[in-house]
């Protein structure tokens, strides 16, 4: 602890003190007071039981009053008159503790057993007065009650008095209050003081001694000309005084041993090794440094000829490699400085650097900034460097060189699912597959992510086609990931010949065009750039710019296409439909743009916006239309969706919005989406089918067609496809693969509808399968709301 603290650790120590005493004479002063109170109360009870015991002092001569202890009107009276002039509950109490007289006069004949502790027993025994706390279901708070006993002729004791005295109490503990906060504020007055005058005394001590340490710091770290400068005459400015004379003749000491050893010092630590040489050229003083990096030592310098490892120059610096005895090898950077004297040369100064750790860091730093880390292959950077020299090779001798843009397909997915250091791993593994399978002097280049690119030097097309199949072949073989297998592939552009580009960063940008368009074309693949991708690229940015704001600039539409029950013919549901209302070319089908929706994201906004306007816009027609309104709308749900960590409270903020009930919403999907990852599917789709939503498998048959998962998922209605209705006429194996499809999931409790009736003939043979539910164009097409509405109340119905 150091002596700031010490000293206001002392001052808080007086303050406590003050405190404790301040605390004392309240403790002091509330105690006189209960004290006076309890010797008042006291006195007066007293009083009052000399009146009933004798009576009431004669008004004249010679009158002798009666006790009014046996008169029960007077002594009533009396305790009546106490109570209304003077506030006093009094009650009086006869040997055997019956209530005698009370200002209730229901208590009056009744036992006195508010005194828990026998205090009143104890007094009519030993005659002794007493105070007590009485507490009744009347006053849980309790009440101060002071108990004398009622004496009467010759001594006898007739039993006792009760006064509350708590008025009495309150009246004194009052009258001492401007006492007690006198005290109270003199109290904290003197603890301020204490600490006020401890801060600043110890401020000024600490401050001194501060001054003090810091100057002997100073002295310690070699620098002796600190002083403290201390004036005053106490003890602590002596002490920095002698100090200053102390410090002052440690500094001429020094300045004299450093004039005689300054020299000698600096040659023996000096970082860089220095050598002296003769005129001979023979080494004649060598510090540690010098024999540290020559590996000779320094007594092992002396008398060397410098030559031997040294090559003369001039005054410039040299560097060489340097063989030490011990087999190491080092990199030494030197300068020889002749020394002249009469012109004539007398020896010279060698001064010679290990240089090695530096050139080492400064390839490290070279590399690094010209190489991806993680693979170490050339980066972006190197790569452009080496793509731009190509190019002017390419011009200059007319030679043939392409570039190659790789990116793997499925990275993202192996990423996430086994973790950064897989991801990293199949990067790495990558990068030896890509060199393995091209020649050792093509350059491989990590561009950044999972994206790669190639130069491939004199190699005209046909033989850069092969080069990029024989990469595709490389990285389509399995992957092994901390013990699992991934499979990727990878999407290739090609730029082929470069040698009429003139910028490196545009024949970079071409390949990137083409790698999308071999991503387009189905992944896996290579293409060759063509001018037509880049225009076809712009327009697909051009499209994914409008269709961002599509949600917010009010252009989506929702269509509705009803699901007829069968046999009546009258709609029992409808799915919602989204179309695209583009400025430029009019309304859009969700084929022409849910799949960029898809690539870029923004089918989960769309999928959102058609979620809320569906069940808005059935809750509407409910509304309007009770009897003649769908029971159930149906919205597709994408994998993007179905993937979102909050889609269940999505769909339920939804409902509750709209007011739509949970039983009239049907969320579809297909196979494929439902198998993706089986486990989390279920759970998931559980959760929506809790809030009282029903689950839809959509293009039931066309994806893995397992009677297995429907055991394992919770489904409530199945969607044939339509390519089971396509040639239903007249194919009685067909007819029978679907009438089994329809008794299966009626089999399950399932509600099954068919899709793609276009024909009339397909709707009476499925009519007579047994089928319930049929969607088609035949028995309506996709339409807004409104004028499906408009069409079933005009009766133009099918």
Known sequence: MDVRRKLLGAF????????????????ADRTAAEQAAVSEAEQVARGIAKDVAFGLPADTDGEHPAPLLYDESALELYLNRLHDLQQRDIVVIDQNKNILADAVPENIGTRFEEDRGGEVTATIDDQKPRIFIEQSADYPEGIQQVVVPLIGVAGAVKGAIVLEYTPLYDQM???????????????LICILLVMLLGLLISRSITRRINSLTRAVEVIRDGDLSGRVALSGR????????AFDDMAGRLERSAREILAKEYTDRILANAGEGICGVDAGGRITFANEAAGRITGLGADGL?????????????????????????????????????????????????????????????????????????????????????????????????????????????????????????????????????????????TVARLGGDEFAVLLEGADQPTAETYAQACLDALNQPFVMHGRKAMVS??????????????????????????????????????????????????????????????????????????????GRRVGGVEALVRWQDPERGLQQPGSFIPLAEETGLIAEIDRWVLFEACQAVKRWQDLAPEASPAWVSVNLSAVELEIPDLTDRVAYALATTGLSPHCLVLELTETVLMRDLAVTAARLEELRELGVKIAIDDFGTGYSSLGYLRDIPVDVLKVDR????????????????????????????????????????????????????????????????????RLAAGSWV
């Open 234 to 241: 106490d003890e602590i400015s002596r002490l920095g005084q």
């Open 173 to 187: 503990v009052a009258a001492t209050s401007g006492a007690r906060r006198l005290i109270i504020a003199a109290v």
């Open 302 to 442: 002396l008398g060397v000829d410098a030559q031997e490892f040294l090559p003369a120059g001039d005054d410039t610096e040299r560097e060489i490699p340097l063989e030490r005895p011990d087999g190491t090898s080092v990199r030494v950077a030197y300068t020889v400085s002749t020394i002249v004297k009469d012109d004539a040369r007398i020896g010279a100064v060698i001064v010679l650097r290990d240089v090695t750790r530096q050139r080492d860091l400064e390839y490290d730093l070279r590399h690094q900034a010209l190489h991806d880390v993680l693979t170490g292959l050339p980066n972006r950077k190197l790569f452009l460097d080496r793509l731009e020299h190509a190019m002017a090779r390419a011009r200059a001798a007319g030679d043939a060189a392409t570039v190659l843009y790789l990116d793997l397909d499925g990275f993202k997915k192996v990423n996430d699912s086994l973790g950064h250091n897989a991801g990293d791993a199949l990067l790495r593994t990558t990068a030896e597959r890509l060199v393995a399978a091209l020649r050792p002097h093509d």
């Open 12 to 27: 808080l120590v007086a303050a406590a003190l003050v405190a404790a005493t301040g605390g004392v004479v309240l403790h």
């Open 490 to 567: 990878v999407s290739i552009g090609m730029v082929s010949p470069i040698a009429a580009y003139t910028d490196a960063e545009e024949v970079l940008r071409n390949a990137d065009v083409a790698m999308y368009a071999a991503k387009a074309y189905g992944k896996g693949c290579f293409q060759v750039f063509e001018s037509h991708m880049h225009e076809q690229l712009l327009d697909k940015l051009d499209s994914e710019a409008r269709l961002r704001d599509a949600v917010h600039r009010g252009e989506l539409r929702l269509h509705v296409q009803p699901v007829v029950a069968l046999p």
């Open 723 to 790: 390519s089971f209705i396509t040639g239903l006429v007249g194919n009685q194996r067909q007819q029978e693969l679907v009438s089994a499809v329809l008794q299966l999931g009626h089999t399950l409790g399932l509600k099954v509808v068919v899709e793609g009736i276009e024909t009339e003939d397909q709707l009476q043979l499925l009519t007579r399968m047994g089928c319930r539910y049929a969607q088609g164009y035949h028995l309506g097409r996709p339409e807004p709301v409104a004028t499906l509405i408009e």
